[in-house]
């Protein structure tokens, strides 16, 4: 039994692509087997040290420059909880009640304090507790400033006030701050909702940041009070590794800036907020949105983030009820307490997938960052709209890819009940508050609702199939999943003769057979519909060769994989009568 003890005989890189090559059987290995991210990264199915080898600081230890391990020594983090109230007194309840109920921070969303009697009814029995202020504008910073320096304050407070949109106030407010005020934060968030790859995300939060310590140099601020004044925003999405070696890359390009600019390497610590993504989070399946909201936040976590807030699933279409919001608190709960995420520092490090991915958007990152410098810096880009271009193809891909379903939102544009209504359960302010790729779809089904609560009917599909009985089960089950999206009833009935189809109920026929059967099926339908005297207009499901003399015989339309379901949903909406 020794020999059971011992090593596993090494394999060499070429060993185990000389054993996929065969596995193959002459398939193409890079569409089989290579991932094109909208990075532009090629991911490769398997990783391995050699992929490693010439990267940089891949032996700093977690809390050490440059940080790639993160910067702490525990895996630990805070637990920061959104509070949206109307006044001081109910967000001050809130607040209490949810750092008693195990959240270790608070954000205050929208609200924005002008007074200091205010300030000090909000604040009540949160001395303890890290605070910061989403909304901020220039009284609310001299505010706090002057209430901090009046009194002492163990836990630190921030806002949101964006760091570059006045630097001559940001080298004021420097200047006066106290310890332990965090006044600006760089919104990496707004990138990932503009449509930002994580390269993008990278780079433009990097630029804006390198763009603020130089501004500040020229102002005679330091580069390390300038860091020590900043927090980053990022939003956290669905691609959880990317999401992971994102939080890993930024912290690595933040410390190499803070060095170029003289700063110590203590300095160099970027302070990262992580919220989980607004814009996957959908109306239609809306708990489901727990179900992402967790793996974002374990991205999060796992990354490095500094503070984690995690979205109520029902925020982004009502406003958030107590049990909404002890869901997304007992989310973070859960993986600290249970999952025991934070008792680990750097729980990626030393997975080749990670650590080459770090290291592919930290080079990839700074190049960007490097292309808005070459344009004068982050404001005069954003001022010319640059930024805004430089994105435009990223979103147009993603949207792309959600309208084509390539993207899945689960409930939405794939697996959707079209039985669920919204319409009773949405505030219609928050569903367009802020962009969201399911919104396109959300729009489809809420068209059929309002619809069917006007004429008391829901479009009825029928799936007919008929003939091949593997084809007509899989092009039957496409077709409910797809007409689906748009809320429409559907129904399957088997069919024997195609003649039988014509009788039945519905406001659409689409006929679920195999290519080769459509010609015969089609004929035979269409002269009973005639005879009948019906007008039911009939689909087909799939791309059958012959698609032109099907058209000519009388078929209306084809669906199909590469169908956009947002184009071809909307067409027959305005077909049936319904109106948005």
């Not at 020594?73 to 805070?78: I, N, P, V």
């Not at 939405?412 to 396109?440: H, W």
């Not at 006929?511 to 339908?525: D, G, H, Q, W």
Request: net charge negative; aromatic share 8%; charged share 25%.
């Amino acid at each position: 039994m020794d020999h059971l003890l011992e090593e596993f005989p090494p394999v060499s890189t070429a060993e185990w692509e000389s054993a996929i090559a065969r596995d193959l059987k002459g398939v193409d290995y890079e569409k089989r087997l290579i991932w094109r991210s909208e990075e532009g990264l090629a991911v490769k199915p398997y990783y391995r040290a050699e992929d490693l080898k010439g990267l940089a600081s891949m032996d700093s230890a977690p809390g050490a420059f440059p940080y790639r391990r993160g910067t702490r020594t525990t895996g630990d983090w805070q637990i920061r909880e959104e509070i949206d109230a109307a006044d001081v007194e109910s967000a001050n309840r809130t607040a209490c009640a949810a750092v008693g109920a195990g959240a270790e921070g608070i954000a205050f969303s929208g609200l924005l304090v002008e007074r200091a009697d205010e300030l000090a009814v909000l604040l009540t029995n949160l001395d303890e507790t890290p605070v910061h202020f989403e909304l901020a504008d220039k009284r609310l910073l001299r505010l706090l400033i002057e209430w901090l320096g009046e009194r002492s304050r163990a836990a630190r407070i921030s806002t949101g006030c964006e760091a570059t949109a006045s630097v001559e106030f940001a080298a004021e407010v420097i200047g006066d701050a106290p310890k332990g005020f965090v006044p600006f934060t760089i919104h990496g968030e707004a990138f990932d909702e503009a449509g930002a790859t994580g390269v993008e995300e990278v780079g433009f939060t990097l630029a804006a940041g390198v763009d603020f310590l130089a501004a500040m140099r020229e102002r005679g601020v330091e580069a390390e009070r300038a860091a020590a004044a900043l927090e980053f925003n990022f939003a956290m999405g669905s691609k959880t590794f990317f999401q992971i070696a994102k939080l890993r890359a930024f912290r690595m390009v933040w410390a190499r800036a803070i060095e170029s600019f003289g700063g110590t390497r203590s300095a160099a610590r970027a302070r990262i907020a992580a919220h989980t993504s607004r814009w996957n989070k959908t109306v239609y399946g809306p708990h489901v949105n727990i179900l992402r909201a967790t793996t974002e936040a374990i991205a999060a976590v796992l990354g490095g983030a500094d503070s984690v807030t995690v979205a109520p699933f029902d925020a982004c279409y009502k406003q958030p009820d107590e049990a909404s919001q002890r869901l997304a608190r007992n989310t973070q709960l859960l993986l600290k307490h249970e999952a025991w995420l934070g008792r680990v520092a750097d729980a990626g490090g030393g997975s080749y997938f990670i650590e080459a991915l770090t290291d592919f958007l930290a080079r990839e990152g700074w190049k960007r960052m490097q292309e808005i410098e070459a344009h004068g810096g982050y404001r005069k880009a954003q001022a010319e709209g640059l930024i805004a271009q430089m994105l435009g193809p990223s979103m147009a891909g993603r949207e792309k890819a959600v309208a084509l379903r390539k993207r899945v939102l689960v409930g939405t544009n794939q697996f959707a009940n079209p039985a669920e209504r919204a319409l009773d359960r949405i505030e219609v302010s928050r569903v367009s508050e802020t962009k969201r790729g399911a919104q396109p779809y959300e729009e489809l089904r809420m068209r059929t609702e309002r619809h069917a609560a006007l004429t008391g009917s829901t479009p009825r599909v029928l799936l007919a199939e008929i003939g091949d009985v593997k084809m007509r089960t899989t092009r039957s089950n496409f077709a409910a999943n797809f007409f689906a999206c748009a809320g429409f009833e559907t129904v399957t009935r088997r069919f024997r003769k195609a003649g039988e189809i014509a009788a039945a109920e519905g406001d659409l026929i689409v006929l679920c057979s195999a290519n080769a059967e459509y010609a015969a099926i089609t004929a035979e339908l269409m002269a009973k519909l005639k005879e009948l005297g019906r007008t039911t207009p009939v689909i087909v499901a799939g791309t059958p060769e012959d698609a032109e003399k099907l058209a000519a015989a009388g078929v209306a339309a084809f669906v199909h994989v590469r169908s956009n379901p947002v184009e071809v949903l909307t067409k027959w909406q305005e077909q049936m009568g319904i109106k948005s």
